[in-house]
C-alpha cells in the first residue's frame, strides 16, 4: 500500500472517529474503530515504566507507544512470545490474566493515536525452590501476530524444578503502567 493511500485511510478513519465521538453517536464511533488497522509490534515502541511485587508475586509494567505515525488499535492480551536473562533464552508457560499486583481488567479493544500509549503487566512467581533468575528482556506480539517488539525489564523468577518459568499477562490497557 503506497504512503499516500495509507495516509488517506488514517485520515479518513480519524475523522470518522472524531465526527462519532464529537456527536455522541455509538454507531459512527464504532465503525470507525472497526476501521482502524490492528498495531503491529513494528509500529510500536515498549519499555518498562513501573514494577510492584508481594507475596513472592513480582511484576512489571510494560508501555507501549505508538510509533507508526498513524491510528491503531490494540485488542486482549499480548502474546508474550520469549523472556530472556543475561545468560539468554528461558523456557516459559504464559496464562492470560491474574497477575497479582497489578490492575485487573477485562479485555477490550484500545484506539492508540500516534505517540499514544497503552500497557500490560507481566508477572511472576519467587516462592518456588532456588535459583532464582532476573528476566531482562520480554518479548510480545500484538494480538495481529508477526513481528514482535523487545523490552527491557527487571523481573525475578523462579519456576518449579525441571519447569518452564510460569508467567502471567494482563490484558493491554489505556495509558501509562505504573505501579501507583
Excluded at 523456557?91 to 484506539?111: D, E, F, H
Excluded at 531482562?136 to 518452564?164: D, M, N, Q
Aim: some cysteine; overall charge positive.
Amino acid at each position: 500500500m503506497s504512503i499516500t493511500s495509507r495516509l488517506w485511510r488514517s485520515a479518513a478513519a480519524c475523522s470518522l472517529l472524531a465526527a462519532g465521538l464529537l456527536a455522541g453517536g455509538g454507531s459512527t464511533a464504532e465503525a470507525a474503530t472497526l476501521a482502524l488497522p490492528v498495531c503491529s509490534a513494528s509500529g510500536l515502541s515498549a519499555k518498562a515504566t513501573g514494577a510492584g511485587a508481594g507475596m513472592s508475586q513480582p511484576a512489571v509494567y510494560i508501555t507501549v507507544t505508538n510509533t507508526s505515525g498513524r491510528p491503531c488499535t490494540l485488542d486482549g492480551y499480548p502474546a508474550i512470545t520469549r523472556a530472556s536473562t543475561t545468560q539468554g533464552r528461558q523456557s516459559i508457560t504464559v496464562r492470560k490474566g491474574g497477575v497479582m499486583n497489578a490492575p485487573q481488567s477485562q479485555p477490550k479493544r484500545i484506539v492508540l493515536a500516534p505517540r499514544g500509549h497503552a500497557w500490560f503487566a507481566v508477572g511472576a512467581a519467587t516462592a518456588y525452590d532456588p535459583p532464582i533468575v532476573t528476566l531482562t528482556r520480554i518479548a510480545f506480539a500484538t494480538s495481529s501476530g508477526g513481528p514482535v517488539t523487545t523490552a527491557r525489564v527487571v523481573l525475578e523468577a523462579s519456576a518449579p524444578s525441571g519447569k518452564p518459568f510460569p508467567l502471567g499477562v494482563t490484558p493491554f490497557m489505556a495509558g501509562i503502567g505504573t505501579s501507583q
